[in-house]
């Protein structure tokens, strides 16, 4: 099992950062990717950006491309997410998972078996 913790979250003013962290643990050797979703009230959970734990590669939905950057660490078992340029549309619950199910990646949330608890983000107009 894969145990995964998210902290960052918060309230910001439009147009400001917010990095949330992800730190796994447990049995982690079989990460194959690392994910960030996100899910507002009463919507589908969708992807925002992915990472190969072994190369590094990236990959983003289109809200996210320009804005966000995924990044990791991996002597901290540890995955980041770079938000800039907030907008109140980006006031959701963020969700970080993890890929052992396949070594390609995945945007899609049955492609990813570990989950964290999810962080509040909240933009402000």
């Known amino acids: 099992q894969v145990q995964l913790v998210e902290s960052g979250g918060g309230s910001v003013q439009a147009g400001g950062s917010l990095r949330l962290s992800c730190a796994a643990s447990?049995?982690?050797?079989?990460?194959?990717?690392m994910g960030w979703f996100r899910q507002a009230p009463g919507k589908e959970r969708e992807f925002v950006a992915a990472?190969?734990?072994?190369?590094?590669?990236?990959y983003y939905s289109d809200s996210a491309k320009g804005r966000f950057t995924i990044s990791r660490d991996n002597a901290k078992n540890t995955v980041y997410l770079q938000m800039n340029r907030l907008k109140p549309e980006d006031t959701v619950v963020y969700y970080c998972?993890?890929?052992?199910?396949?070594?390609?990646?995945?945007?899609?949330?049955?492609?990813?078996?570990?989950w964290g608890q999810g962080t509040q983000v909240t933009v402000s107009s």
């Open positions: 998972a993890t890929r052992t199910l396949g070594t390609w990646w995945s945007s899609q949330v049955s492609g990813y078996d570990h």
């Open positions: 447990g049995r982690t050797r079989s990460t194959y990717f």
């Open positions: 990472i190969s734990w072994s190369t590094g590669n990236t």
